[in-house]
């Protein structure tokens, strides 16, 4: 074929397309996520031009401002009733603008703001060469017990740069739970997790077995990953888009034109069935829900402690919401499909949460299983398929995350000459020696356990009144009877801390900064706040709680 003929080929195929639209984008509209991307990528140039003396300070007051300019927004978003009268979708149909968005990304800043005093924490470990030491690794490169790492702490290095992969962790949550198509899902699902899988690499102390934890995620996290983009595939093939709205349509019947190819797919329940089952478990795996729970004892183990407070609490609101997202808007069509399964995740994860909860030795692997049987409470309010049952996920969510920030954050003062003290034993007596960080630590076990009057029993009252309204009684009874077993271990943590004996080369309790005791403040009155007068903030989940379709 000669050139000429080739080239008369081409203009001809290229002719019909005359111009390509640009995007339209709402800035103002996703200015939360903006503002938090923006900033990492200027902790990522402070990495490289500002003078290593005075990196941690630049980056702590760029992660502060940005977090908090970022919450800012989203109420100001809030204010203008992009939450209620004025939802919608933004970014060309990518992202949706709505309540239980923006309620998520509020809580999400806020616990990443607590996330940052935490990180920022240095009085906690004695000073090492006349320098001030943090939770992460001096040179996270180097070989644990090497001379490259000798020097790096003799030197006082310090890693700064997991601000900036905080932030961007954070940017990935604020978009996971707005994503409005199954490809944005998928981009913020890997924008959040890789940063956390760095993030639990570099404990100070322990560096081996925070390494060992980090590769647990990576590997689960690639399997979990790889079966949500298959799903997604699954279901693009099912529906033809990758849109939730047009994929809720599919499933429903309602959509406007069939062409063959869709004609063809739309009758293949096994691809619409597979494809939602696989995305869901992805979601399930970032939750923590049995059984898929398998990295969350030795990551919250190993990781360093300030990181798994975070992760701990901002990766279930972000997964949550992502759940409650798929499965209200994109498969409603399908509940009698998915109610069933859930169900059973549901009651499983409550149950294996709270019994192997009670074996436990370590602190961090015991708070560990704990969130693993949160995540089943919270799956019995995702089950009752209900406005209440989002607006008490909501609720519980907010509640949860400054809880496990607190007591995440008192872990880490309790220390003897290994670093962190998280074997049970070493707390017994801690009342005695150090009566107000164990009245807190009590404060946090009780919200846990879902006492009246704190937090934890307001949002599971929240829970579990909208799924019994919403016809899962049954859960209701599992929850509560795992909610029984489960006050066991935390009581007997607390009769542990105030009734033994002190032993007498038992820990000490570190002195922290006000960063950390502002982290612990804060949760200890959310704590209360929320138990003793939760209506209002239950009335805005409720104002909250309605998608955008």
């Known amino acids: 074929m000669s050139a000429s003929a080739v080239h008369s080929l081409w203009t001809t195929a290229a002719d019909p397309i005359t111009k390509i639209d640009a995007p339209k984008i709402e800035y103002g ?47 100001a978003l809030a204010a203008g009733g992009y939450g209620t ?167 429903d019947g309602t959509v406007g034109e069939i062409n063959p190819a869709l004609a063809g797919t739309m009758g293949n329940d096994a691809l619409l069935l597979i494809g939602a089952a696989m995305v869901v478990m992805g979601l399930l795996f970032k939750v923590g829900a049995v059984p898929f729970h398998m990295w969350t004892p030795d990551v919250y183990q190993g990781a360093p402690t300030p990181v798994t407070g975070f992760m701990a609490a901002a990766t279930k609101v972000a997964a949550f919401g992502a759940l409650l997202r798929l499965l ?19 009651i499983v994860t409550m149950l294996g949460g709270a019994i192997v909860a009670i074996t436990q030795t370590d602190i961090k692997r015991l708070l560990a299983y704990s969130s693993i049987a949160h995540a089943g409470f919270i799956l019995a309010g995702v089950i009752a398929a209900s406005p209440d049952g989002v607006s008490s996920v909501l609720f519980y969510l907010g509640a949860y995350s400054f809880v496990t920030i607190g007591a995440f954050a008192v872990v880490t003062l309790v220390r003897d000459a290994g670093g962190e003290a998280t074997h049970l034993s070493k707390w017994a007596g801690l009342g005695r020696r150090s009566p107000l960080v164990a009245a807190v630590f009590a404060v946090f076990l009780l919200a846990f356990a879902g006492i009246p009057l704190t937090s934890g029993f307001a949002g599971k009252f929240a ?3 909208a799924a019994a309204e919403g016809g899962a009684g049954a859960i209701v009874v599992v929850g509560v009877i795992s909610s029984a077993i489960a006050a066991f271990f935390y009581i007997r943590v607390i009769v542990l801390m105030f009734f033994s004996e002190p032993r007498p080369e038992g820990p000490t309790v570190a002195v922290p900064s006000p960063l950390t005791m502002t982290a612990i403040g804060v949760g200890v009155a959310v704590t209360l706040v929320l138990g003793i007068a939760p209506q209002y903030f239950l009335d805005l989940a409720g104002q909250a709680g309605v998608f955008v379709r």
């Not at 509209?29 to 990528?41: D, E, F, K, M, N």
């Not at 500002?50 to 702590?60: E, G, L, S, W």
């Not at 981009?187 to 993030?199: C, D, G, N, R």
């Open 463 to 465: 829970v579990f009144k």
């Open 328 to 346: 209200y808007v994109v498969l409603p069509g399908l509940r009698w499909d998915w109610r069933p399964v859930m169900w059973a995740v549901a």
């Open 85 to 251: 009268t004025k939802a919608g979708i933004a970014a060309m149909g990518a992202i949706a603008v709505d309540g239980p968005a923006l309620f998520l990304q509020g809580t999400i800043l806020l616990a990443g703001i607590l996330g940052v005093f935490t990180f920022a924490e240095r009085r906690l470990d004695p000073e090492t060469h006349g320098n001030k030491v943090d939770s992460f690794a001096a040179q996270a490169a180097s070989v644990p017990g090497s001379d490259s790492e000798k020097a790096a702490v003799k030197a006082g290095f310090t890693t700064t740069e997991v601000f900036p992969l905080l932030l961007f962790a954070i940017g990935g949550m604020l978009i996971f739970p707005a994503a409005n198509d199954l490809l944005t899902l998928f981009i913020a699902l890997e924008v959040f997790s890789l940063p956390l899988y760095l993030l639990c690499a570099v404990a100070r102390r322990k560096r081996l077995m925070s390494q060992e934890a980090a590769v647990k995620y990576f590997l689960l996290g690639a399997f979990a990953s790889a079966f949500t983009l298959f799903g997604i595939a699954l279901l693009y093939g099912y529906s033809g888009s990758v849109k939730y709205a047009t994929i809720a349509q599919v499933v």
């Open 29 to 75: 509209q996703l200015s939360p996520t903006l503002i938090v991307i923006g900033a990492a990528i200027i902790g990522v140039l402070i990495e490289a031009f500002v003078p290593r003396k005075t990196r941690y300070y630049a980056q702590v007051f760029v992660s502060v401002v940005a977090l908090a300019a970022s919450f800012a927004a989203v109420v």
